[in-house]
């Protein structure tokens, strides 16, 4: 989504990462109130952790 642009740049400038997917999925799981379960744990946590705290909790896959 066009949309998204503006949250996803946002989230990887607080963050200081540059995966552009990891960044979506967090706008879009803080958009929908949805968990994320992943494998790339230490990433996804570093963008919820700088802009979505509040709204989307990161659970590791397998546990």
């Known amino acids: 989504m066009t949309d998204d642009?503006?949250?996803v740049g946002a989230a990887l400038a607080?963050?200081?990462t540059s995966d552009v997917v990891?960044?979506?999925?967090v706008v879009v799981a803080a958009r929908f109130?949805?968990?994320i379960i992943t494998g790339d744990f230490g990433d996804i946590t570093a963008l919820?952790?700088?802009a979505f705290r509040d709204t989307v909790s990161v659970k590791r896959w397998g546990d």
């Open 33 to 35: 109130g949805l968990d």
């Open 14 to 16: 607080a963050s200081r």
């Open 5 to 7: 642009i503006k949250p």
């Open 48 to 50: 919820t952790s700088s």
């Open 22 to 25: 990891d960044a979506h999925l």
